[in-house]
DNA sequence: GTCTATACTACGATAGAC
DNA sequence: GTCTATCGTAGTATAGAC
């Protein structure tokens, strides 16, 4: 048995750990405050090792980074481009999974964002959300259903009361049980609120 | 003649040349990723000077801080508390004036935001919105207006759909132009969709 | 694969001349 | 007040034993 690769049941493999330490670690302070000795000592392992698995601290965090723009984008892309969905039925779908999604990890947003705002040119390549959104079907709806309604305000709107919470999460609401319980609420509230939004002008 | 000490129309003292260097590199790049050979260079001074004016990066990154938050702040509270105004005028308000303070200053939220979540134990005495909403005049009139919406959901509403986009600007809106002018559209917007949040269920 | 020890670099801060 | 030069340290990365 040469290498170690496992991860059902069983312990994790020491690469596993230290993806862990460094997710962990990196969400919560960003690139450039987190030291390597803490990614280590989080994971339990020797400074070194880490070196060893991955060969550098940057490349460490563009592993963690692509896993955490796959999370962000795999709940909207499938749901904006599929054409059998109603646009009620979108925003619904929309609202519901990605706070189901945030709920796991509210910390998501905010690391990307400013990560992406610390280093924009790392970022050009990776992300042409505009070109996503511009041949969506969601955007074709919202057209047809209100066309006074620019449907990127629309959609940023939708973003922005789902998302946002968990942006500010630490200065709007220091009660985690409380949070919790206010995003289950929101989903539907944001469902309403957002099908409101379009029967306006 | 003593100490530097003016700014008028005249040149900026070099206490507010570092200042302003320090804004700058500081909202773009981050507490951590900023050095102060960046805020030398581009206060066009030299590195041991900025340890003359302020004693440490710490001190000069708090002082801008302190001057962020300030920005925040206080176009939020004269709004929410002031009695004088109506729900809606107090909506119109606060989507006006934040968005020509983000326009402004459209990375503010994304900084603050960040280095809040990268040290929350710094700013536990700051920052208790939760306080300031909660006696507010606006809480009342939501209550009055519509007893089967929850406040701090529609406000979180209101905030995401005013700051998300400035928070998101980086990804979502490339052209700086077109950013603009959506955001000078978004005023009504907000507004309009508010009122009709606050008409559902 | 995992460790200890260490090389190398970059950064914040200070000393001291002008 | 402003500079040049330098110290001390913290952080990334590597060499080499086990």
Redesign the interface.
């Known amino acids: 048995m040469a290498k170690q690769k496992r991860s059902k049941a069983e312990d994790p493999t020491t690469e596993e750990k230290i993806i862990e330490a460094a997710c962990k670690v990196f969400t919560?302070?960003?690139?450039?405050?987190t030291r390597t000795r803490d990614i280590a000592e989080e994971a339990g392992i020797n400074l070194a090792l880490l070196n060893y698995y991955f060969r550098s601290k940057e490349k460490l965090f563009q592993m963690i980074m692509a896993e955490k723009l796959q999370q962000l984008f795999s709940v909207i892309f499938p749901i904006i481009n599929n054409s059998q969905l109603t646009l009620d039925k979108k925003i619904e779908a929309l609202a519901e999974n990605y706070i189901d999604l945030l709920i796991g990890n509210p910390?998501l947003p905010?690391?990307v964002?400013?990560e992406?705002?610390?280093n924009?040119e790392g970022?050009k390549d990776k992300?042409q959300?505009?070109k996503i959104l511009k041949d969506s079907s969601l955007i074709l709806q919202i057209r047809e259903r209100n066309p006074d309604i620019?449907p990127?305000?629309f959609i940023?709107?939708l973003?922005?009361?789902?998302?946002?919470?968990f942006?500010?999460k630490?200065?709007?609401f220091?009660n985690e049980k409380i949070f919790r319980a206010?995003m289950e609420?929101?989903k539907k509230?944001?469902a309403?609120?957002a099908k409101?939004?379009l029967?306006?002008?």
């Open positions: 919560q302070k960003g690139y450039a405050a910390e905010l690391f964002l400013s992406i705002q610390a924009p970022f992300i959300v505009q620019e990127v305000q940023v709107s973003l922005g009361m789902t998302i946002f919470p942006v500010a630490q200065v709007l220091p206010l609420d929101r509230l944001i309403a609120w409101a939004m029967k306006t002008k």
